[in-house]
């Protein structure tokens, strides 16, 4: 079972390429670059999934899915009182 919905995931993410004119590396790349963004914000439970689609007036829309447990706590110079 989970190996089909790996092959029809593998066929969709081809045929996205295909369409769209992006090469597989700069797929990898950006996913995995979504990934450590979205890591140093959130504890991520799920792995990051984009979906590039190409409108009819030429412009991308970029969906990016991904699953946290948590959203991490920092402080920022913003946060810092002033006086």
């Avoid at 990898?28 to 991520?44: H, I, K, P, Q, V």
């Amino acid at each position: 079972m989970r190996e089909a919905r790996d092959i029809a995931k593998r066929m969709r993410e081809m045929l996205t390429m295909d369409k769209v004119g992006i090469k597989e590396g700069f797929s990898t790349a950006l996913t995995n670059d979504l990934s450590r963004l979205l890591g140093d914000y959130f504890e991520l439970v799920a792995p990051v999934n984009v979906d590039i689609v190409q409108g009819d007036g030429g412009a991308y829309k970029i969906q990016i899915d991904s699953l946290a447990s948590r959203i991490k706590q920092f402080d920022t110079t913003l946060d810092i009182k002033r006086y």
